[in-house]
């Protein structure tokens, strides 16, 4: 949720600052902040300990200080997949996962599947520009740390529930690439908003990297018109840029830079939205 809709949320369900920094565990100054606007930028723990709060509310299901597990809890229906026969969402594995026929694209999410549509062709292009980019840092400035873009696989956790397609990523470590995924934490994770994945970007994923120990993560929001970026490593106050701003990339120490306005220019001169008249 941005900001706006939990105050959409909280004025629904009636909820107080007091009873919202009760069931959270937060202090009450931080939500009267956050609510009032006085903090520009809140922590993203922050806003997922507020936003556990008001999903659970919403669900009948506060009790006491829970935080982003609730927050992050996905219902998937069995219709959202072709399941494989004998398990349901919760129960799949990357066995599972690997034996998905091989023309289905999807993520496995603490034993869920989720079926991946194709990306737009904004969508694909930010990720190459951003690969591009960032090898062109790598080798001008010598970092020691190697970019990939989807479909490059990451089991996350290292465990047998989670596996991930992020839109691009770094990672600095060699020992987490082996040649069918990585395997581990990345240091830097991009996710391009589309409608069918932005919920999940915006919160399970985004819950996911924080705790597997990715040190930054953006979401690149191309209808919102902004870049969100997280500073996990530093627990840092979230950054919002406009998606024409130059955006550096923290784990690079700033040397690389990704303009976003050369990026956002170009695909409004090659991409349009409807087909030419009479190619419909």
Known sequence: ?????MKAKKKALGLSNAK????SGLPIGTVQKVFS??????????LAAIEAVLQSVGQGMATGSKVAEEAFSYQVSEKDVNMPAGKRQGEFTLEDYYNMPEDWRGE?????????????????????????EVMKCKEEHGMPCWPFMS?????????EKTFLLPDFLIVCDPEKVIRRCVYGAPDFVAEVLSPSTRKRDRTLKAYKYANAGVREYWMIDEDGGTVVVYDFEHDAPTKIYS???????????GLCVIDFGKLTDQIKGFVS?????GWE
């Open 1 to 5: 949720m941005t900001v706006e809709e």
């Open 20 to 23: 919202i920094a009760e069931l």
């Open 37 to 46: 606007g006085e903090t520009k930028a809140p922590r993203f723990k922050t």
């Open 108 to 132: 496995l999410i603490d034993g869920c599947l989720y079926q991946l549509n194709a990306p737009s062709l904004p969508h694909q292009h930010y990720t190459a520009m951003m690969y591009h």
């Open 151 to 159: 479909p490059a696989g990451v089991q996350l956790d290292r465990d």
């Open 243 to 253: 998606i024409h701003d130059e955006v550096p990339i923290g784990i690079s120490d």
């Open 273 to 277: 939205e409807t087909p030419p008249p």
